[in-house]
Each structure stands twice: as C-alpha cells, then as structure tokens.
C-alpha cells in the first residue's frame, strides 16, 4: 500500500463526543480536513450551534447530548447512521475534571464524574461496536484518556484520575471482547492542553485563584517540552489510531504529555 493511502480516512464517518470545544473541536477539525464526515455530540448546545461556522468547510453534523444519560447512547449512533450511512469511526472524548480535593468531595460530584467521564464513554462504545458488527467491517474506538490514568498530575483530581485509570483500563478489555470483529479499541493519554476546560477558573475546588495560578505555572514548568499542548497535537494522534498506519494496535495506550510522565 502506497504511504499516502495508509494514512487516507476519507469518506470514514465519525462521531466525536464533547466535540464542541477543546480537545474535542480539535480533533474534529483534524478529521473534517482529512475528509471524514463527523457527528459532534455534545452537551453545550450554544458551543454545538458555532460547530459549523467555526470549521472551514466539510460534512458535519450537530447532536446535543449528555453522555451521562442512558438515552443518548442509542440515538447518537442512530443519528450518525442516519446522517452518512455508517459509523466507522467513535473518539470518546467528552470529560470532565472537577479540582475538588477528596477531603472535600460529596458523592453527586464523584458519580457525575464517573457517569460522563467513564460509565458513558463505555456505553456508547459499546452501542458503537454493536454497529460497526453489524456493518461487518471493523472500526476503530479512541478512547482520551489522561496521564492522570497512569499518574497523578495534581492534588484534587482523584475521583477524576479513577475515572480516567477506569477509561484505561476498560480500553485494554474491550479492546480484546471486539478484536475478533476487527475492532480496534485504543486510547490517548494527553498532559496538559491548553483548552477552555483548563483556562476556566475552577469554582467550587477550593483552591484561590492565585493557588491555582501558581498550580498551572508549577504544571508547565515541570513539562521537558516547557508548553502546554495544544488540542492539534491530540487530534493528530486521533488521525493516526484512525488510520491503516494503526492497523496493528489495539488496546494501547499513547501518551502525547511533552514528556510530562518523565519528570
Ligand atoms: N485539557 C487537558 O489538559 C486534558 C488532559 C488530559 C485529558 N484530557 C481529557 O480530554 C478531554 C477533553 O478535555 P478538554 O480540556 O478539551 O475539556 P473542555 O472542558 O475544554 O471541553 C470538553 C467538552 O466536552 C463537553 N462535555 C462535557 N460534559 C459532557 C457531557 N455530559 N456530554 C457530552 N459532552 C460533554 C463540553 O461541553 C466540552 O465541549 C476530557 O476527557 C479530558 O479529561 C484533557
């Protein structure tokens, strides 16, 4: 195969959760160039009604949904099927990440992480594989996940660093249940990404605004690359796990931190 088609995923459908902003938008700006056509799933209906206009061009498509509810799980895959005829395609990117120190969390707040950043994700993977069995012709599930799955980056996030080490940890099981249907499960493990979700104030962590400041800038200073990504350098790693070029892994995990996990 010529090295220019190993890395061609036009004509592919996806569906990209969380898609509106950040990582997400990233990754679905990466796909829409690359000529797939991409359901964005999201829960932030004003973000979602900007997709198409803050893209140049391409297939997309808009769905509000709240990966936390059982009732979206279904409709979504319908709904990418009823749009392009086929799902080829999920990257489960939707999550969130609360800062509230332990001593400090109440149970709502721990099961909201779970339900979005795990319980969802491994719902709508597996109305997704479903799918792509009955389509007979395998797919490919991108599950982000964090170097927070491996490695805690920060004091206040272990509800969220369980989620996310339960997101690696469902990605290596699935990964073998569907193998047999050629289904390849992967995951990315991002570092620090400067996005919307990290640029916000965290209200309701605890921690002052100078606290956090001084957090973020103690973060970046410990990356060997000394930056913060940026969503791209996530969505190209989705381009790859996406591609013929990935054919061979399934159930791996990428790490893409700058070389945080080493400092
Ligand atoms: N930014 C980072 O530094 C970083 C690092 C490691 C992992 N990650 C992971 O990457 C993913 C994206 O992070 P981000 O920084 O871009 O976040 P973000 O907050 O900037 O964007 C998240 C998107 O997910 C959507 N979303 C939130 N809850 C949802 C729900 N219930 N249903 C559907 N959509 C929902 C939001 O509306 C938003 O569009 C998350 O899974 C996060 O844990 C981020």
Not at 111 to 121: E, M, W
Not at 126 to 138: D, N, S, T, V
């Amino acid at each position: 195969m010529a090295t220019k088609s190993v890395f061609d995923i036009s004509g592919k459908a996806a569906i990209v959760t969380g898609g509106a902003l950040g990582i997400g938008f990233g990754i679905v700006t990466r796909l829409v160039e690359a000529g797939v056509e991409v359901l964005v799933a999201d829960v932030n209906k004003e973000a979602l009604e900007t997709v198409p206009n803050r893209l140049k061009g391409g297939k997309v498509r808009t769905l509000v949904l709240d990966i936390s509810k059982e009732e979206g799980w279904e409709k979504t895959i319908k709904a990418c099927v009823s749009d392009f005829g086929k799902l080829d395609i999920l990257v489960n990117n939707a999550g969130i990440y609360p800062q509230v120190p332990m001593l400090k969390m109440d149970p709502a707040t721990f099961d909201k992480v779970y339900a979005i950043n795990l319980k969802g994700l491994a719902f709508l993977s597996k109305a997704a594989a479903l799918q792509m069995i009955k389509q007979g012709k395998g797919g490919r599930i991108i599950n982000i996940a964090s170097i927070d799955s491996l490695h805690p980056s920060m004091v206040g996030l272990a509800a969220y660093d369980s989620s996310k080490g339960g997101v690696w940890s469902f990605t290596k099981n699935f990964a073998v249940e569907v193998a047999p249907h050629g289904i390849l499960v992967n995951a990315i493990a991002p570092g620090g990404i400067a996005t919307e979700g990290t640029a916000q104030p965290l209200a309701g962590s605890g921690f002052t605004e100078a606290q956090m400041k001084e957090m973020m800038a103690g973060f970046t200073a410990r990356i060997p690359l000394k930056r913060m990504g940026d969503p791209d350098d996530i969505a190209k790693v989705v381009l790859f796990l996406a591609s013929d070029a990935a054919n061979y892994m399934t159930g791996s995990l990428m790490v893409v931190d700058g070389g945080m996990l080493l400092s």
